[in-house]
């Protein structure tokens, strides 16, 4: 059996996948994980297959339409606005490479972005399905699984009727490349009703910790919260020479980095940064998007990271991580077992914040738009200051740390798909 996982997105939503394949190809499975054609390396140095969506996605992140989707996003209604215009614009490419993908699959994972256009595709076709998310998207009573609840702490028919309606309104928003790839297909457009019906048949394994999601007894069964997907650094991973002896130099920094999210204003966001580290006396390493734009010198407490560093290396060796709560990075500060705070941009990111804070392990977040030197300072005093929070992450960190999501997850899909 050939098993694709659709992996549209950016890094961050690429690299569970990549761990999930390497699961399952050690299992003895047929395995290809496709995504975007700046992330092949990713995956094929993990020794998968690797099936292009023809785009780039790095420079997708850099137009107008998408930028405006992270920086504008503030609240669900502006956030679905963006989302269906980057949907829209994307849709052919992301077509294009599901039908490809689709002669030569038996079954397919699909994530987020892809899950409508696969659902009704492998039904048609006759794939077995299975979706794969990094975050709550089933609906439930529960506030504590729901990206936009109306209780957060509660479990209330208020917060049912409401993911219900966010349902509905996600499959407006994602629906135009499900529309391309059945017209590709020759089947006819689809409907909210048929795609409700197909979803609730389809099984859903989630790569999160259930101490964040703890899974809704309304979910009955269909959701499984498996824990975290994570590639591993590797065992023989060396830090560049001078992050190593900035780590060595004083006392433990914080890392203070916002993922793939782009920035129109880095200056700004730079000012804001080196203002309020110097306002706490903390040093930092950091890292950003800066596209066209670097600063022209960097202050003795800061430390620049201009490539990739594993953060499953460097987080167990900081104070705390400030970061803008992606699934994949929550997921690693949780299994260093050091505290955490969020500064959402957009999509599951407010949730994940408002869930580290809930559980504990960090401050209340503070959407970026909100952001300031005095608020970034403040927020930097109390996740490094708080003993609580320490406790806290370690205790978690241990429970987290004895998951094994990936074995959960493959053992979930060798029972629903062989």
């Given amino acids: 059996m050939h098993i694709s996982l659709l992996a549209w997105g950016t890094r961050g939503d690429v690299e569970p996948f990549v761990a999930l394949g390497m699961g399952l190809q050690k299992a003895g499975h047929e395995v290809s994980v496709a995504a975007s054609t700046d992330l092949s390396d990713l995956v094929t140095?993990?020794?998968?297959?690797?099936?292009?969506?023809?785009?780039?996605?790095?420079?997708?992140?850099?137009?107008?339409?998408?930028?405006?989707?992270?920086?504008?996003?503030?609240?669900?209604?502006?956030?679905?606005?963006?989302?269906?215009?980057?949907v829209h614009e994307m849709a052919p490419v992301a077509a294009e490479g599901l039908e490809r993908i689709l002669s030569t699959s038996d079954a397919l994972i699909s994530g987020m972005l892809t899950y409508e256009s696969a659902l009704s595709a492998a039904k048609h076709l006759g794939l077995k399905h299975i979706r794969g998310l990094m975050a709550p998207m089933t609906p439930t009573a529960s506030g504590e699984a729901l990206l936009y609840p109306a209780l957060s702490r509660r479990h209330t028919r208020a917060n049912l009727v409401l993911s219900l309606l966010m349902e509905a309104a996600l499959f407006q928003l994602v629906r135009p490349g499900g529309d391309v790839i059945r017209e590709r297909l020759d089947m006819p457009r689809g409907t909210y009703r048929g795609y409700v019906q197909m979803s609730r048949q389809t099984p859903t394994i989630v790569g999160v910790s259930p101490e964040v999601i703890p899974p809704p007894a309304d979910w009955r069964g269909l959701v499984d919260v498996t824990g975290y997907w994570q590639v591993p650094c590797p065992v023989d991973y060396e830090p560049p020479a001078d992050l190593a002896d900035f780590l060595a130099a004083d006392r433990p920094p914080i890392y203070l980095g916002f993922g793939s999210m782009p920035s129109s204003t880095p200056q700004q966001l730079w000012h804001t940064v080196t203002t309020a580290l110097a306002r706490t006396g903390e040093r930092a390493v950091v890292r950003f998007r800066w596209q066209d734009w670097q600063p022209e010198s960097e202050p003795e407490n800061i430390f620049v990271i201009k490539d990739a560093v594993p953060f499953d290396w460097l987080f167990p060796r900081t104070r705390g991580v400030v970061h803008h709560g992606g699934s994949g990075t929550t997921g690693t500060a949780l299994h260093a077992g050091v505290p955490q705070w969020v500064v959402p941009h957009m999509a599951d990111q407010p949730y994940f914040g408002r869930r580290m804070h809930q559980i504990g392990v960090g401050p209340a977040p503070v959407p970026l738009h909100k952001l300031n030197a005095d608020r970034l300072a403040a927020g930097i005093t109390q996740l490094t200051n708080d003993r609580a929070y320490r406790a806290t992450a370690a205790r978690?960190?241990?429970?987290?740390?004895?998951?094994?999501?990936?074995?959960?997850?493959?053992?979930?899909?060798?029972?629903?798909l062989c």
């Fill in 45 to 86: 140095s993990r020794g998968l297959d690797f099936q292009p969506f023809n785009i780039d996605m790095a420079a997708a992140f850099n137009t107008e339409t998408s930028r405006r989707w992270v920086e504008k996003s503030r609240g669900p209604h502006r956030e679905g606005v963006h989302i269906n215009r980057v």
């Fill in 396 to 416: 978690l960190g241990e429970r987290v740390n004895a998951e094994d999501g990936v074995g959960r997850a493959v053992a979930v899909v060798e029972r629903t």
